[in-house]
């Protein structure tokens, strides 16, 4: 199987939501996961703290927050193990982020020569 990361967009103010909002996208999360899991689909992943850094160009200029000029920041990401892009899109689709306006980007992850060996 190839491992594919899937990337969680979501508007900047995610965090504000109600903390009833929050626990509901929280626990959708948990059961999808849950699911991923049972069905040998999931390696890894975890939702990403609002605030952070951002470097940018050759003289190393450092923003505040990934998404500074952007309304839309990444607030999580999962890894998934599928046997095409195809198959972990459908996979991705699952996604509750989604029923909560975000958008998900799933991407290959290649694997250098030291990880194939093991």
Same mark, same amino acid.
């Given at each position: 199987? +190839?491992?594919?990361? !899937?990337? &969680?967009?979501?508007?900047?103010?995610?965090?504000?939501?109600?903390?009833?909002?929050?626990?509901?996208? *929280?626990?959708?999360? !948990?059961?999808?996961?849950? /699911?991923? *899991?049972?069905?040998?689909?999931? +390696? $890894? $992943?975890?939702? !990403?703290?609002? %605030?952070?850094?951002? *470097? /940018?160009? /050759?003289?190393?200029?450092?923003?505040? $927050?990934?998404?500074?000029?952007?309304?839309?920041?990444?607030?999580?990401?999962?890894?998934?193990?599928?046997?095409?892009?195809?198959?972990?899109?459908?996979?991705? +689709? $699952?996604?509750?982020?989604?029923?909560?306006? %975000?958008? *998900?980007? &799933?991407?290959?992850?290649?694997?250098?020569?030291?990880?194939?060996?093991?």
């Amino acid at each position: 199987m +190839k491992e594919f990361l !899937l990337l &969680i967009r979501e508007h900047s103010d995610y965090g504000s939501h109600s903390l009833q909002e929050m626990q509901e996208e *929280i626990e959708e999360h !948990l059961n999808w996961v849950e /699911k991923l *899991i049972e069905e040998g689909r999931f +390696k $890894g $992943g975890n939702p !990403l703290d609002a %605030a952070g850094v951002s *470097i /940018k160009g /050759k003289d190393r200029v450092q923003t505040d $927050g990934p998404f500074v000029e952007s309304k839309e920041c990444i607030s999580g990401f999962y890894f998934l193990l599928a046997d095409s892009l195809e198959e972990a899109t459908e996979i991705g +689709k $699952g996604c509750p982020a989604l029923d909560f306006g %975000a958008t *998900i980007e &799933i991407r290959e992850v290649f694997q250098t020569e030291d990880e194939s060996d093991e």
